[in-house]
């Protein structure tokens, strides 16, 4: 069984930059996709970026696009989020999630089957 873990979350003034890190376990990972995504207090569920875990293409949700740069080390089963120029709307709790199946759009949290626990990012004005 797969589990997901999530690391870098923290405090940061505006204009600063966090990085977040998603550690996989698990006999076999060889996901899809994987995706960040977030969920401030009394918000829905927020995407925010999705990467193809083979072949690295990319996916961001406009409100980062240019801010926010996703990657992944598939030697190390980990997965990245660099966030720079961050403001008080990036507050929130980031999830990593991981798809098993092939389901489009990547976007979308209802086609991620594989949760980490969260890390929480504040963005001080």
């Known amino acids: 069984q797969v589990q997901l873990v999530e690391s870098g979350g923290g405090l940061v003034q505006t204009g600063g930059s966090l990085r977040l890190s998603c550690a996989a376990s698990?006999?076999?990972?060889?996901?899809?996709?994987m995706g960040w995504f977030r969920q401030a207090p009394g918000k829905e569920r927020e995407f925010v970026a999705a990467i193809g875990w083979n072949g690295g293409s990319t996916v961001y949700a406009d409100s980062v696009k240019g801010r926010f740069t996703i990657s992944r080390d598939k030697g190390k089963n980990t997965l990245y989020l660099q966030m720079n120029s961050l403001k008080p709307e990036d507050t929130a709790v980031y999830c990593c999630?991981?798809?098993?199946?092939?389901?489009?759009?990547?976007?979308?949290?209802?086609?991620?089957?594989?949760w980490g626990q969260g890390t929480q990012v504040t963005v001080s004005s």
């Open positions: 698990g006999r076999t990972f060889s996901p899809y996709a």
């Open positions: 999630a991981a798809q098993s199946r092939a389901l489009w759009p990547i976007n979308l949290f209802q086609h991620y089957n594989v």
